[in-house]
């Protein structure tokens, strides 16, 4: 590859190659501060490619190709080159992650207790989390939850935050503007724009948090808190984690020991600020 | 030097010295070669972060084994009523995930991490003699 970068997140190492100068150079900006592998070595190898050799110069477009790829995937123009970059690192993760049960999900921590956010698309767990780590919790990620087999911690994986349409105004009030990435507009899934973790998510990120809470979030209902049971959340977790069934048996331990030992609570919410409240009264109970 | 020849290389000899892991990983998972790789290096000593990939992908490769002898167990015992011999193509190998890419050299070597146990090869699982799969 023409152009390389290698990124260090959580305890995921990353190497990035591009045939474009442009896209390293948005995904560096983005991702200042972040370390570099200390070993040198990538868990995974993204490539961002011409989608046919020609297209390098002529109406470039960037197919996402690596370790692991998807092979029906429409190439994305080369203005979404970070996006692009951003979507080739999660689709390692959701392919090819073996070493932690990852479930589809975000996670902030505060006094050592951890809360899973997770639920579909749209749910708001990446918004939830984005303001929960301006507000006083730890960001430990917002799209990929890394549960370690052996443990039972859960570690971060402090990705740039996918804000997407309405979240980017929420965030753009709390957060300062040096560290978002340019607005990417008409990408597939609408205007996206990232956002960096702050100095704390990203000088923690190699610290890992006992999980405390599981939250199924959902955005647009009348505030309402429902206490989960454990087949329902076994149920919903196996379907948002990409890896569950490749574990076998050790995927199925390790769900079922975080099920049994964490409460589980389904809350709607009508807008950010109550689903805040709601959390920050959950955190005093456990703390109590 | 090519990935292909970083990771023609080090299966051929397991020792040899590495300089680029992440070429070596790469190419590997290219050809889905990640696990005999894993398996090759199993008894040398490695950089933490290149272990604990091995180890996944070992555990990978020994729970996709178990999947296909399933799924073979499983048509054997629908088969089994109707008395006829029953012929495993190539093992139970053809069963890579969809996503990643095939690769010919991957189909020649997967056909050796699919051989039944030892006490299931003595069963009628396959109509070839045994140990010739």
Same mark, same amino acid.
């Given at each position: 590859?023409r152009?390389?970068?290698?990124?260090?997140?959580?305890?995921?190492?990353?190497?990035?190659?591009?045939?474009?100068?442009?896209?390293?150079?948005?995904?560096?900006?983005?991702?200042?501060?972040?370390?570099?592998?200390?070993?040198?070595?990538?868990?995974?190898?993204?490539?961002?490619?011409?989608?046919?050799?020609?297209?390098?110069?002529?109406?470039?477009?960037?197919?996402?190709?690596?370790?692991?790829v998807l092979?029906?995937?429409?190439?994305?123009?080369?203005?979404?080159?970070?996006?692009?970059?951003?979507?080739?690192?999660?689709?390692q993760?959701?392919?090819?992650?073996?070493?932690?049960?990852?479930?589809?999900?975000?996670?902030?921590?505060?006094?050592?207790?951890a809360?899973?956010?997770?639920?579909?698309s749209g749910a708001?767990? @990446? #918004?939830?989390?984005?303001? *929960? /780590?301006? =507000? $006083?919790?730890?960001?430990?990620?917002?799209e990929? %939850?890394?549960?370690?087999?052996?443990?039972?911690?859960?570690?971060?994986?402090?990705?740039?935050?996918?804000?997407?349409?309405?979240?980017?105004?929420?965030?753009?009030?709390e957060?300062?503007?040096?560290?978002?990435?340019?607005?990417?507009?008409?990408?597939p899934?609408?205007?996206?724009?990232?956002?960096?973790?702050?100095?704390?998510?990203?000088?923690?990120?190699?610290?890992?948090?006992?999980?405390?809470?599981?939250?199924f979030?959902?955005?647009?209902?009348?505030?309402?808190?429902?206490?989960?049971?454990?087949?329902?959340?076994?149920?919903?977790?196996?379907?948002? @984690? #990409?890896?569950?069934v490749? *574990? /076998?048996? =050790? $995927?199925?331990?390790?769900?079922?020991?975080?099920i %049994?030992?964490?409460?589980?609570?389904?809350?709607?919410?009508?807008?950010?600020a109550?689903?805040?409240?709601?959390?920050e009264?959950?955190?005093?109970?456990?703390?109590? | 030097?090519?990935?292909a020849?970083?990771?023609?290389?080090?299966?051929?000899?397991?020792?040899v010295?590495?300089?680029?892991?992440t070429?070596?990983?790469?190419?590997?998972?290219a050809?889905?070669?990640?696990g005999?790789?894993?398996?090759?290096?199993?008894?040398?000593?490695?950089?933490?972060?290149?272990?604990?990939?091995?180890?996944?992908?070992?555990?990978?490769?020994a729970?996709?084994?178990?999947?296909?002898?399933?799924e073979?167990?499983?048509?054997?015992?629908?088969?089994?009523?109707?008395?006829?011999?029953?012929?495993?193509?190539?093992?139970?190998?053809?069963?890579?995930p969809?996503?990643?890419?095939?690769?010919?050299?991957?189909?020649?070597?997967?056909?050796?991490?699919?051989?039944?146990?030892?006490?299931?090869?003595?069963?009628?699982?396959?109509?070839?003699?045994a140990?010739?799969?």
């Open positions: 590859m152009h390389s970068l290698s990124l260090q997140i959580g305890p995921v190492a990353f190497r990035i190659g591009s045939a474009w100068r442009a896209p390293l150079d948005a995904l560096a900006a983005l991702y200042a501060g972040y370390p570099t592998p200390a070993d040198g070595i990538c868990d995974f190898t993204v490539r961002l490619e011409p989608d046919k050799p020609w297209r390098r110069l002529i109406r470039p477009s960037v197919a996402i190709r690596g370790d692991y092979p029906d995937a429409a190439p994305l123009s080369l203005a979404h080159g970070l996006l692009a970059a951003e979507m080739g690192m999660n689709l993760m959701a392919l090819g992650q073996k070493t932690y049960l990852l479930l589809h999900a975000a996670s902030v921590e505060k006094d050592g207790r809360l899973i956010l997770t639920g579909e708001g767990k @990446s #918004t939830l989390a984005a303001l *929960l /780590g301006e =507000r $006083g919790w730890r960001l430990m990620g917002d990929f %939850a890394l549960l370690d087999m052996d443990n039972g911690l859960l570690l971060p994986f402090p990705r740039a935050i996918s804000l997407k349409n309405g979240a980017i105004g929420v965030m753009e009030a957060a300062a503007p040096e560290r978002f990435g340019p607005r990417l507009i008409g990408t899934k609408g205007d996206i724009r990232h956002l960096r973790p702050n100095a704390d998510a990203l000088a923690r990120m190699g610290e890992g948090a006992k999980p405390a809470l599981i939250l979030p959902r955005f647009g209902e009348a505030p309402a808190v429902r206490s989960v049971g454990a087949a329902e959340v076994f149920m919903r977790l196996t379907q948002a @984690s #990409t890896n569950y490749t *574990l /076998g048996r =050790r $995927g199925f331990d390790a769900l079922t020991r975080l %049994a030992t964490n409460p589980a609570l389904a809350i709607d919410y009508p807008d950010t109550t689903a805040i409240g709601l959390i009264d959950f955190r005093q109970e456990l703390a109590a | 030097m090519s990935g020849r970083l990771l023609v290389a080090a299966l051929r000899d397991p020792t010295a590495v300089r680029d892991w070429a070596l990983i790469s190419a590997a998972r050809e889905q070669l990640i005999s790789l894993a398996f090759r290096m199993e008894a040398r000593t490695l950089p933490p972060r290149v272990a604990a990939l091995f180890a996944a992908a070992r555990a990978d490769a729970q996709a084994r178990t999947q296909a002898l399933w073979a167990e499983m048509a054997r015992r629908a088969l089994a009523p109707l008395g006829v011999p029953v012929i495993l193509l190539k093992g139970t190998a053809f069963t890579p969809i996503w990643t890419r095939a690769s010919a050299a991957a189909s020649a070597i997967s056909t050796s991490w699919c051989r039944a146990p030892a006490w299931r090869r003595s069963k009628p699982l396959c109509s070839a003699p140990g010739s799969m």
